[in-house]
């Protein structure tokens, strides 16, 4: 059973970077496609970046609102994804999940593994 924790989550002011990581557990992290995605109470989960391994490369995608402020990339030794958050605005406070599945895909009923979640909080 692939497990997934969420950690990094906190509270920063806008302008700020926060790091966010998911350790994967009970499975090759390079067998899925990973992704983040966040939500705000009473709004639906929003993809936010994915990462799937091609051969020996990475590819990557990301939301429309990231705007090149974030990075996602892969530890395949620490079998860890990370998500690097730069130039937070306090539109990004929202609770941020990792996810994992078979098929690629920006919409989070693709994915059939998820974290707890961690909360990113961005002060103006």
């Known amino acids: 059973q692939v497990q997934l924790v969420e950690s990094g989550g906190g509270l920063v002011q806008a302008g700020d970077s926060l790091s966010l990581s998911c350790a994967v557990s009970?499975?090759?992290?390079?067998?899925?496609?990973v992704g983040w995605f966040r939500q705000v109470p009473g709004e639906e989960r929003e993809f936010v970046a994915r990462?799937?391994?091609?051969?020996?490369?990475?590819?990557?995608y990301y939301g429309d609102f990231v705007g090149g402020r974030f990075i996602i990339s892969t530890d395949r030794a620490k079998n860890t994804v990370f998500l690097q958050m730069n130039s937070l605005e306090p539109e990004d406070t929202a609770v941020y999940y990792c996810?994992?599945?078979?098929?690629?895909?920006?919409?989070?009923?693709?994915?059939?593994?998820w974290g707890q979640g961690t909360q990113v909080t961005v002060s103006s």
């Open positions: 996810a994992a599945g078979m098929a690629s895909g920006s919409s989070w009923t693709t994915y059939e593994y």
């Open positions: 009970g499975g090759n992290v390079s067998n899925y496609v």
């Open positions: 990462i799937r391994r091609v051969v020996t490369s990475y590819l990557t």
